[in-house]
């Protein structure tokens, strides 16, 4: 009888590139004629996002929008001003496996930003932008999972793996009229707009994922009598139909939404005050889909009638542990000189996630909190003062197997601050984290084997039958591997259910000769 193998293809999500890359901005603004002279900087953001990330022709290919928010105090007015511009960014990274296609995870965040007026009408600004990127490729693995005939025992091992990785990304875009709050003033002038999305609710219908979601916009601006800056928050909903081929209700879904820009214009009625303002926010659904999915392979293989040898080979494969989705809470203190802070307008707070690590069952991540509180001192001139203060986030894995590894995404989901003294204020920032929680696994899998057909096992002068004396915890498969016999009749021939002694025990060992002779 000839030997008969049968192969099984594993898919693994290679990982291809995981990096930081760092991209420099610069501007150089001169102020048009309608905006007031610079008296000083109170407020510089850099606020970066990405719009499309691909692999193509074995490079990797991130595209982005920085957008650009100064506040400054004006010259003569003392009125607190803005600026915003818009800048593109892009970014190529030659990929060492060239592959033809790859999965890309990317994020940007500003690294640091720079800025000065030159002169009265004109402002300097240096500074420079994080892309984390990770690209993952499906490679196909073929390893055997069973053989028969020529006398083969095989001891076969069921694996959990992680299947191949489906993606999803698609653009739109929201237009809104955000009226004004009851009781709040007419808009004279925007100051800065902020907006984040997050998802709320999702489910798989046919080849889809349906998901529903809130946008949430902080607005800053000054009133028509020309009084202190107002703020007005405002919540709208959202929903997306995302195209994932392949996906079924076995995927574990993870859904981002990102706000890469906003555009408003104000809306005036029929007194001629702004009571309303149009916004159109551009955004991106990002959705990744994982299941794990149970396979075997062979782990080791013999012949008992063949001379035979099991060329192995180490698979290292990965394995969904569970999705997260959790909120953690930061704060911080900020201390006010005396006689600088006498009022609080705005708080802007951003996160900056710098490294994650798992650790006795623990998620462990660091990063840096910066809040910038604007308001006015004593004399109801405009301030804005500024704090950077470390943040560590745990989160209990809820797992301890070897090679775990976690990529989160950071976002902020709420803010507020609490003055406790005319000296010193209370930051509270609320995180969401998201991901998916995987491990690395190596397993050393059986790829082929090769018998040689001219060399028969010798079983001259073995006897018939042997006792082997067999401690818990043993396995039927190692016994009966080192005297070349068969492993069912071993099993049988004890009354034996299990491949794992359970306990001490003294086991019938039929030898091959005889098992041949019987047949």
Request: hydrophobic share 35%.
């Amino acid at each position: 009888m000839e030997l008969t193998c049968k192969h099984e293809t594993i898919c693994i999500n290679e990982v291809v590139y995981d990096g930081v890359m760092e991209h420099g901005i610069e501007l150089d603004y001169m102020l048009p004629d309608y905006c007031q002279n610079i008296f000083k900087i109170l407020r510089c953001r850099l606020l970066p996002h990405i719009t499309a990330s691909r692999v193509q022709n074995g490079r990797l290919l991130i595209e982005g929008m920085c957008r650009i928010e100064i506040l400054y105090t004006a010259e003569e007015s003392f009125a607190i001003c803005s600026v915003v511009q818009k800048q593109a960014f892009s970014k190529t990274m030659e990929l060492k496996d060239t592959p033809n296609t790859g999965q890309v995870t990317a994020d940007v965040r500003c690294d640091y930003i720079n800025c000065r007026a030159v002169s009265p009408r004109r402002i300097d600004l240096h500074g420079a932008i994080l892309i984390r990127a990770t690209v993952t490729a499906p490679v196909e693995h073929p390893v055997l999972c069973c053989a028969e005939g020529m006398g083969i025992q095989t001891d076969t091992a069921p694996v959990t793996v992680l299947s191949r990785r489906l993606t999803a990304q698609q653009s739109f875009d929201v237009r809104e009229e955000i009226p004004l709050a009851y009781g709040k003033p007419p808009v004279g002038e925007i100051l800065s707009i902020d907006a984040s999305a997050v998802l709320t609710d999702t489910r798989i219908v046919a080849n889809r994922a349906v998901t529903k979601g809130e946008i949430h916009v902080h607005l800053l601006y000054l009133p028509q009598d020309n009084g202190q800056p107002e703020v007005m928050e405002h919540v709208l909903p959202i929903s997306q139909v995302l195209d994932v081929q392949g996906v079924t209700e076995e995927y574990s879904l993870l859904i981002r939404f990102d706000v890469t820009d906003i555009e408003t214009v104000m809306k005036q009625d029929e007194n001629g005050s702004c009571t309303a303002v149009t916004a159109t926010f551009s955004l991106i659904a990002c959705c990744e889909a994982d299941k794990n999915e149970e396979t075997c392979f062979l782990r080791d293989a013999y012949s008992t009638s063949y001379e035979a040898k099991a060329v192995r080979k180490t698979v290292m494969t990965g394995k969904m542990i569970r999705p997260i989705r959790e909120t953690r809470t930061c704060k911080s203190s900020v201390s006010i000189p005396q006689n600088e802070l006498s009022a609080v307008y705005d708080l802007s707070c951003t996160f900056s996630a710098e490294d994650c690590h798992i650790s006795d069952g623990q998620i462990h991540m660091t990063g840096s909190l910066c809040c910038c509180l604007l308001g006015c001192d004593t004399e109801n001139m405009p301030v804005s003062i500024e704090k950077k203060s470390p943040c560590e986030i745990m989160i209990d894995a809820l797992c301890c197997e070897e090679g775990l590894f976690f990529h989160p995404c950071v976002s902020i989901s709420a803010t507020s601050y609490r003055l406790i003294s005319s000296e010193e204020v209370e930051i509270t920032v609320e995180l969401l984290i998201t991901g998916t929680l995987c491990c690395n696994t190596s397993y050393t899998a059986v790829s082929e084997i090769d018998i040689d057909e001219k060399t028969r096992v010798s079983c001259n002068g073995d006897p018939a039958i042997r006792l082997y004396y067999a401690a818990a915890g043993e396995r039927v498969w190692e016994i009966a591997k080192q005297y070349r016999t068969d492993v069912a009749s071993v099993l049988s021939e004890n009354e034996l259910e299990t491949d794992t002694l359970a306990e001490p025990c003294v086991l019938l060992i039929p030898s091959s000769q005889t098992l041949q002779e019987e047949a």
